[in-house]
């Protein structure tokens, strides 16, 4: 067992090595992952951040490419990944990447996201404490699951214990001299929250249209809150952004929610609140489930805990596949 | 304590659901992490209402979105609203978004809301002088029992213009760089109603899309002078950051200085004009040199 100061002081020597790390840090009333530069300011009393993994490998804007029409040239946007240690991420947040994984780096890769995951440890810090929000339990996770993390630490009697989970942390741990322990764990905290999803894909695939979706949408005012604190959510607009002569091709977060998504393309073909909400749950837990075979959803519970108006994922599960 | 005005508020919207009056009402609810809106169309459902000193939301954005600006195109809905909240019905409709007869107003007495950080009454509280909603179909509660909110309700825009310029500007540079753009200022705003916001016309493109500093900056500076005359200050806009961002101080500023200026507070009035339509010889033009 190594108490967490053991672990914060060997920080230093994984940046001299040229890692980046990410870490929470305080800002403001916030608790972020951000990059660190001094380890002592990492903060881990806190269950969840407020960002996810999502912004350091699939960035909220990133430049694709630069065009200069007067030099008739078009080159790539500058790479600029490092090797990355996420240290003190949670569970879910890790799950999430997994399946990241199965969709940007499947039938189609994209190149972007591949490189940065290709050069990222993901070390998390399991749960010692949940909220009335988290549901990771019931999406097939849990405050002490290893998926998706290369290596976990989990908490033991005021200490934590180190799990090497991936080829890639193992190598990582020898690279940096990390020794793991088989000592038993604390117990998983009890999550309070839970919904079954039996029953909803197929429900899913037999009812896109049922009155139920303006119910359970009312209280929704198409914001993109849930979806870009999703550690999921992973659409994105292309827009150029140029002067009369040079400019940038960039890749940003876009949501379905808003009433201009996919115009690129035409038109957002989701009229009404409803249809868009609709793509949301759809999205996750029966698109993502024919094409990759998992649903897109980890139970971090930042949707529930972030919406302005109260909406609920886990309710309106429930109300979907309750009485026919 | 026995609350007798939301057992009345109760009784209230089950006969107002019965005898049809309205078709539906929105009203406050209980959520996860506090007060939530609820939509109750059955009357046995009015049991669900709720109301204290943290019923904070402003609802009148739901009159401009779906789905109750398609029902009030047929029928009569009913809304809950505070003093401060009926200023945004108003200025709803001042600029002819919802027509005054096709909403039922109640309007609660209330005593001041208090933040869920636990840090007492909030700032938009203070000095409030709509305690007792009047020009509302009802009220409901009782004004003998009001205490007076005394302090400034612009103390926290104060604070900021107190700064300097330079600590002004890196206040803002290093919050605003914090927006994702989620927008959930903007639709959670009662006011921002327009179908096609400018940040999202691409034809052409008028402003940064991009989540970047300088597109922050253009997305809430442009916002906040839209707002011009018609912030209410009821502080959704902050209250829904996911990012805690106090982009309510912007618009409130805005609304500070015309209030000293021209008297004006966007919606005080029912039947008053919109503040960048109305025009009054003695308003103050030391300004144009």
Same mark, same amino acid.
């Given at each position: 067992?190594?108490?967490?100061?053991?672990?914060?002081?060997?920080?230093?020597?994984?940046?001299?090595?040229?890692?980046?790390?990410?870490?929470?840090?305080?800002?403001?009333?916030?608790?972020?992952?951000?990059?660190?530069?001094?380890?002592?300011?990492?903060?881990?009393?806190?269950?969840?951040?407020?960002?996810?993994?999502?912004?350091?490998?699939?960035?909220?804007?990133?430049?694709?490419?630069?065009?200069?029409?007067?030099?008739?040239?078009?080159?790539?946007?500058?790479?600029?990944?490092?090797?990355?240690?996420?240290?003190?991420?949670?569970?879910?947040?890790?799950?999430?990447?997994?399946?990241?994984?199965?969709?940007?780096?499947?039938?189609?890769?994209?190149?972007?996201?591949?490189?940065?995951?290709?050069?990222?440890?993901?070390?998390?810090?399991?749960?010692?404490?949940?909220?009335?929000?988290?549901?990771?339990?019931?999406?097939?996770?849990?405050?002490?699951?290893?998926?998706?993390?290369?290596?976990?630490?989990?908490?033991?009697?005021?200490?934590?214990?180190?799990?090497?989970?991936?080829?890639?942390?193992?190598?990582?741990?020898?690279?940096?001299?990390?020794?793991?322990?088989?000592?038993?764990?604390?117990?998983?905290?009890?999550?309070?929250?839970?919904?079954?999803?039996?029953?909803?894909?197929?429900?899913?695939?037999?009812?896109?249209?049922?009155?139920?979706?303006?119910?359970?949408?009312?209280?929704?005012?198409?914001?993109?809150?849930?979806?870009?604190?999703?550690?999921?959510?992973?659409?994105?607009?292309?827009?150029?952004?140029?002067?009369?002569?040079?400019?940038?091709?960039?890749?940003?977060?876009?949501?379905?929610?808003?009433?201009?998504?996919?115009?690129?393309?035409?038109?957002?073909?989701?009229?009404?609140?409803?249809?868009?909400?609709?793509?949301?749950?759809?999205?996750?837990?029966?698109?993502?489930?024919?094409?990759?075979?998992?649903?897109?959803?980890?139970?971090?519970?930042?949707?529930?805990?972030?919406?302005?108006?109260?909406?609920?994922?886990?309710?309106?599960?429930?109300?979907?596949?309750?009485?026919? | 304590?026995?609350?007798?005005?939301?057992?009345?508020?109760?009784?209230?919207?089950?006969?107002?659901?019965?005898?049809?009056?309205?078709?539906?009402?929105?009203?406050?609810?209980?959520?996860?992490?506090?007060?939530?809106?609820?939509?109750?169309?059955?009357?046995?459902?009015?049991?669900?209402?709720?109301?204290?000193?943290?019923?904070?939301?402003?609802?009148?954005?739901?009159?401009?979105?779906?789905?109750?600006?398609?029902?009030?195109?047929?029928?009569?809905?009913?809304?809950?609203?505070?003093?401060?909240?009926?200023?945004?019905?108003?200025?709803?409709?001042?600029?002819?978004?919802?027509?005054?007869?096709?909403?039922?107003?109640?309007?609660?007495?209330?005593?001041?809301?208090?933040?869920?950080?636990?840090?007492?009454?909030?700032?938009?509280?203070?000095?409030?002088?709509?305690?007792?909603?009047?020009?509302?179909?009802?009220?409901?509660?009782?004004?003998?029992?009001?205490?007076?909110?005394?302090?400034?309700?612009?103390?926290?825009?104060?604070?900021?213009?107190?700064?300097?310029?330079?600590?002004?500007?890196?206040?803002?540079?290093?919050?605003?760089? /914090? $927006?994702?753009? +989620?927008?959930? =200022?903007?639709? &959670? %705003? @009662?006011?921002?109603?327009?179908?096609?916001?400018? *940040?999202?016309?691409?034809?052409?493109?008028?402003?940064?899309?991009?989540?970047?500093?300088?597109?922050?900056?253009?997305?809430?500076?442009?916002?906040?002078?839209?707002?011009?005359? /018609? $912030?209410?200050? +009821?502080?959704? =806009?902050?209250? &829904? %950051? @996911?990012?805690?961002?106090?982009?309510?101080?912007? *618009?409130?500023?805005?609304?500070?200085?015309?209030?000293?200026?021209?008297?004006?507070?966007?919606?005080?009035?029912?039947?008053?004009?919109?503040?960048?339509?109305?025009?009054?010889?003695?308003?103050?033009?030391?300004?144009?040199?």
């Amino acid at each position: 067992m190594k108490q967490l100061q053991e672990i914060l002081s060997a920080i230093g020597s994984w940046q001299a090595k040229g890692y980046q790390v990410i870490a929470p840090v305080r800002r403001d009333n916030l608790i972020l992952l951000a990059r660190i530069e001094d380890p002592s300011l990492i903060n881990l009393d806190h269950i969840l951040t407020v960002n996810t993994l999502k912004d350091f490998m699939l960035p909220r804007c990133e430049t694709i490419l630069r065009f200069d029409l007067e030099k008739a040239c078009v080159e790539p946007g500058i790479d600029d990944s490092l090797p990355t240690i996420i240290f003190g991420s949670r569970p879910c947040d890790a799950a999430a990447l997994s399946i990241l994984d199965s969709i940007l780096i499947g039938d189609v890769v994209d190149s972007r996201y591949a490189k940065r995951r290709g050069q990222t440890v993901v070390l998390t810090v399991a749960c010692s404490r949940v909220d009335g929000a988290c549901f990771c339990k019931s999406m097939g996770y849990g405050p002490h699951d290893p998926t998706g993390s290369d290596i976990i630490l989990l908490p033991s009697q005021g200490g934590y214990l180190v799990r090497l989970i991936s080829e890639k942390g193992r190598q990582f741990a020898s690279d940096v001299g990390l020794e793991p322990d088989d000592a038993e764990a604390d117990p998983e905290p009890e999550l309070s929250r839970r919904v079954s999803t039996d029953g909803l894909k197929a429900w899913l695939d037999s009812n896109f249209e049922d009155p139920k979706w303006q119910v359970i949408s009312e209280n929704c005012v198409s914001c993109g809150t849930c979806y870009y604190l999703c550690p999921t959510c992973h659409c994105f607009d292309i827009a150029d952004e140029a002067g009369i002569s040079r400019g940038v091709r960039l890749r940003i977060w876009d949501c379905c929610s808003f009433s201009s998504f996919t115009k690129m393309a035409s038109h957002q073909p989701r009229v009404g609140k409803y249809a868009r909400y609709r793509q949301r749950v759809m999205h996750k837990f029966k698109y993502t489930v024919d094409n990759i075979g998992k649903v897109a959803c980890v139970g971090d519970g930042r949707c529930i805990r972030y919406c302005p108006y109260g909406v609920d994922i886990t309710e309106i599960l429930k109300a979907l596949v309750s009485g026919g | 304590m026995k609350n007798e005005q939301e057992a009345q508020l109760r009784r209230r919207v089950r006969e107002l659901l019965n005898r049809g009056t309205v078709e539906v009402l929105l009203g406050y609810g209980r959520g996860l992490t506090g007060v939530r809106p609820l939509f109750v169309r059955d009357p046995a459902n009015a049991e669900k209402l709720i109301w204290n000193e943290h019923c904070n939301l402003n609802l009148a954005g739901y009159l401009v979105r779906e789905p109750l600006k398609q029902v009030m195109a047929g029928a009569r809905i009913g809304l809950i609203v505070k003093g401060c909240d009926f200023r945004a019905v108003n200025v709803l409709i001042q600029e002819h978004q919802v027509e005054r007869q096709n909403i039922y107003l109640i309007g609660m007495v209330c005593n001041g809301i208090e933040s869920d950080s636990g840090s007492g009454i909030l700032i938009k509280c203070r000095g409030c002088n709509v305690q007792v909603p009047e020009g509302t179909d009802e009220v409901i509660g009782n004004p003998q029992e009001l205490r007076q909110i005394d302090g400034d309700p612009f103390e926290d825009v104060r604070a900021i213009m107190e700064m300097s310029l330079p600590e002004r500007w890196s206040f803002w540079t290093s919050t605003l760089s /914090r $927006c994702i753009k +989620c927008y959930a =200022c903007r639709q &959670a %705003c @009662p006011l921002c109603y327009c179908e096609e916001c400018i *940040t999202e016309k691409s034809r052409p493109q008028w402003i940064e899309k991009a989540p970047t500093l300088s597109g922050n900056l253009a997305y809430h500076f442009i916002r906040t002078m839209h707002l011009a005359g /018609r $912030c209410v200050a +009821c502080g959704e =806009c902050s209250r &829904a %950051c @996911p990012v805690d961002i106090p982009v309510d101080v912007l *618009t409130r500023f805005v609304a500070l200085t015309i209030k000293e200026r021209f008297d004006y507070v966007a919606g005080d009035e029912p039947d008053g004009k919109p503040f960048l339509a109305s025009y009054c010889e003695d308003d103050p033009d030391d300004f144009i040199k």
